[in-house]
């Protein structure tokens, strides 16, 4: 199975960040790096929050139903008039659902590391939610999903399993993080030799390490 990351090289996922920046009025460059940053920390999140029965069982819900992977059918139309509210208002409640409290610190890690205030970061992510869960939706009937374990493999599969173990610990540094980025800033420049502005920056960084 190929990972999230090549989703956003291949056809599909430049169509996701050319639509998502027009629709956010970001710039392409910096949405690709929000999104290649922000989907797997979104994953990881989801693959945390399944570790429990009933978080499986409210996730494949939520994949069998309203997210089944229907979004991905028309995406022109989703982004030719603007994104419409009711999609964002869904991306919002997921992103609440899935990160919590942590979601203000990977917002504002996100958005420092991209170059992009997290108030863009949010914009970006509250219209990607929907369609990354249409993908998970898409994946999950093609894979004939239907436990816990299967869906927990699922994610793990789409992160890259568990063959890279800074990248691992990087996520994770990321949701562990209380809100002010402090912790997660360390982490990233630890990861980055001392913070550099490197060409790829942590997004190729997670490129490299997910297999891009």
Do not use: W, Y
Request: aromatic fraction near 2%; proline fraction near 1%.
């Amino acid at each position: 199975m190929s990972g999230i990351l090549d989703l956003l090289s291949s056809d599909l996922g430049k169509t996701i960040i050319s639509g998502v920046a027009g629709s956010t009025g970001t710039d392409q460059n910096k949405t690709s790096s929000v999104l290649t940053m922000a989907l797997p920390v979104l994953m990881k999140a989801m693959q945390r929050n399944a570790a429990t029965p009933e978080g499986a069982q409210g996730l494949m819900g939520a994949l069998s139903g309203k997210h089944d992977g229907s979004i991905l059918d028309n995406l022109g139309g989703l982004f030719g008039g603007g994104v419409d509210a009711n999609v964002t208002n869904e991306g919002d409640k997921i992103l609440g659902h899935v990160l919590g409290q942590k979601r203000q610190g990977v917002e504002q890690v996100i958005g420092q590391k991209a170059g992009v205030d997290a108030g863009s970061v949010g914009n970006i992510l509250k219209v990607a939610a929907p369609i990354l869960m249409g993908v998970l939706g898409k994946q999950t009937r093609q894979n004939n999903v239907s436990s816990q374990g299967d869906i927990s493999n699922l994610l793990g599969g789409l992160l890259g399993g568990s063959s890279a173990q800074k990248e691992q610990s990087f996520l994770e540094s990321i949701l562990d993080a209380d809100g002010d980025g402090s912790v997660v800033d360390d982490v990233a420049g630890m990861l980055l030799g001392g913070g550099s502005k490197s060409k790829g920056g942590i997004g190729g960084l997670l490129g490299g390490l997910f297999g891009k």
